[in-house]
């Protein structure tokens, strides 16, 4: 019965359907056969919109935007041109190690792809990277936004495993450096090979020769001294707002969001006078645009997972392959498997609700320790959120780079391989997580 | 109000209890909000195997926690027009149903447990109970949850004056937002997901519920003191569709209301057990819990919040619970 | 058809400027969450469900302004390997699939309308069954504009 959902959805999105038509018409033909009522689609559309801490997206794709047209996003770009420019892949690894960052304050890896694609994108096409290869740097990077924390994923873990918070956020850590290491290592390799290097020299020179034919000198394009550190400080600024209202405790991480916002206006206006507010509404449209094409997906999504759910699919799947087998290795090596296909169709807490209570006993029984268990939980929801066909860092980042999903699918593979090997070390090599509690 | 005789029209659920003459035993769904090993969860099992045992095998009831269904509003609606048949939920949340029920959120509107218990076995209660009945949800039972206490971080309160500017998150629920702002709390309604993170940074320096849920949400990492204003009481609804009740015998429907009572009652007493052992964990855990003796000049303050809620709502379920000795 | 292109233009910037609105009222009434609490030592409690109910409106009318354009987020493998002169025929299928189900939702959305009742919202205590019609106002202009999309796909041979 749950097969006919899973492959009418999968025909609908090989013949190109809109995905939030293929989940939406696979879902109402299964409730309509299965004398469901079908005003849960409604209800399901709109509970997939309405979080708070979904607020986080729209606000981070305009602070992206509104950065890139205010100047902001160019001067974070130039100055971290001047340390990575010698590097291969330098401005790609530099996305990673954002993401890193950035996860230190939003607990959300769409937020994160939405808020470093948006600034990276001039840096990483300067650097004369295919837009599909920057999109995917970034749909590979950004759901370390849940391992780093703080993160909404340990905090329904720690309650569901009753275990404490604070030590799935301190495990989390070394995660997310392991996620970030893995991930550096193919962009570097692979932009050596692309020789990218030499591209964005090409690129550098023709900017340079259109800068001399409209008769501007650079010179006067790039003050010196204090007045460019000072230039420069404002745009620094942004991450130094972001971060530390949210340590100092004046907004919450989604907060922040909005935050942003505000100071990219006020900056991009009057600091740096490169848009008015007579731009604001077309720039605030753009990014309207891009919200609805990703959260209409997540809306999508979440009706899927409930007709999933409500028939019961994961829960017999689980219940069946976790039976077949009493080896810890093989245990985990399926629940892995599980959890990475679940994630292509499922949302991450969704999937934490089904999963928890039916897994983890067996866990237990097999001696893993819960806090483990969490965190080897929480970096396969992460690398879900990457897989094909339904990832929705890879969507998010599909959008923000302005490329196809299955652009940035193809060049996923060795970013998957590069996770999965990370995902395998924190499984089988518990102390590379497990000393720092 | 009249609203929905659409619910009434669309339900198809009461179709199910027809076919158990065939042997096969009706399954009906209950969804709940609340993890696995809860009071909702351990509410919704005791039912669960009041009725399969009460009915010898002719119904079996599967549950869904976690909101895997659905949560508070969502999970009305469903329950509503039958894609679920039961649901345990925060009985503060039927109040966007039934405006009168909203009574239950005032503040110190219970003097203490025992005050909760007569009101629960009352003809009071049965009839409140009742005003569910024209949304297609009836009300098996109360569980009752507990008092909610403030937690902070700055310092035990002892005194209203000391929740003045206190960057406290409150519940969603108009009354407990105008009883805070009463008290001269800098009041925030946060989203219970952001609510950890923002008590941990300092965004919020406080917050109120339960003693049994801040154990089990943690909120102990992240908040140094219990303190025991008991400012309102909580707890938890069994509701099941109206037309499949009305649709069944009056045997089975007498077994529904029984069995809800009783699960409602035997939990509530579990609920007042467990308040103690969550108190003395968190204890353990080292949040340090003070009493508050004089709660007079709290209720002085939040007199407001009644005359406002009186202009707009009946006053007759108000006096008769105060009432009740 | 001229009428018809005009209307769907005319509707295309009425949507425009309601999600400008919309994400303008969304920047102003979050910001102002924060401001309140920080600086004014106070907080609304309707401030963050405005919010979210706003965001939900920009979300479904920017989805039926992508709809109208064919620009939804979708898996484009199969165009790329036919040949230009089917792609129109592609095309006119993808949009009859997005017919097909915004059509249905409009009439769900009319009956999750119905059953809204008098439900009012947590907080703002605003009737749900308003908040639920955006689902029927937007659903229906994506109705309307992937029929446009259709016909013009129709009437003029290439794809453009
Ligand atoms: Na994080
Ligand atoms: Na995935």
Redesign the interface.
Known sequence: MGGILFITALLLLVLGAPIVVALGLASWLFIAFNDIQSVVIIQKLFAGIDSAALLAVPFFILAGDLMNRGGIAKRIVNMVSGFVGNIHGGMGIVAVIACMFFAAISGSGIATAAAIGSVTLVGMKKAGYDPAFSATVVAAASPIGIIIPPSIAYIIYAVLAKVSVADMYKVGIPAGVIMGIALILPTYLIAKKRDYMSKAAEIAAVDAAALEDSGLEAQALKPKGFKAFIDSAWALGTPIIIVGGVFAGIFTPTESAVVAVVYSIIIGIFVYKEMSFKDLPSIFLGSAISTAGIMIIMAAAALFAWVMVYVKIPQTILNSVLGLTQSKVLILLLLNGIVLIAGMFMESGSIQYILVPIALPIAKALGIDPVHFGIILATNLAIGMLTPPFGITLFTSARVFDTSIQAVSLQTLPYLIALIAALMLITFMPQTVMWIV | ?S??D??AS???AQATTETSTSGEPVVLKLGHIA??DTAYDNFAHEFKRLIEEGSNGKYEIDI????????D??LM??L????VDLTVITASDIN??V?DMAVQDLPYLFRDWDHVEKFLDSDVAQEFFGLTDE?NMTTLGFMPRGFRHVTSNVEPIYAPEQLK?L?IRVA???IY?ETF?ALGA??????W??V???L????IDAHENTIVTTR???IN?VQKYVSETGHFFAFAALQMNSNLLNGMSEEDQALFRESGLEAAKKLGEEQKNDEASAKAELIDLGMSFNEVDDKTAFEALVSPVYDEFFETHDKKYFDAIKNIQ | MVFINKLSHWLNKISGYFLVFCFGLMTITYFGQVLLRYVFQTGLHWTEELTRYTNIAMVMVGSAMLAGQHKHINVSALEMMLPESLRKYLYIFQQLLSLIFFGVVVKISLDMVALAGTQVSTNMRVPMAYVYSIFTVAFAISVFQVIVYILNLLVKREVQ
């Open positions: 109000g609203n929905n659409s619910a669309t339900s198809t993890n696995p869904y926690p976690s909101g895997q269904l659905g949560v509003r969502e609606e469903s509503q027009i039958g894609n966007q149903f405006p949304v500017n960057k969603e629920s108009e937002i702002k800098n009041a925030q309604a946060m989203a997901s952001e950890f993170t923002a941990q940074q300092g965004t089990d949400y943690k990492e």
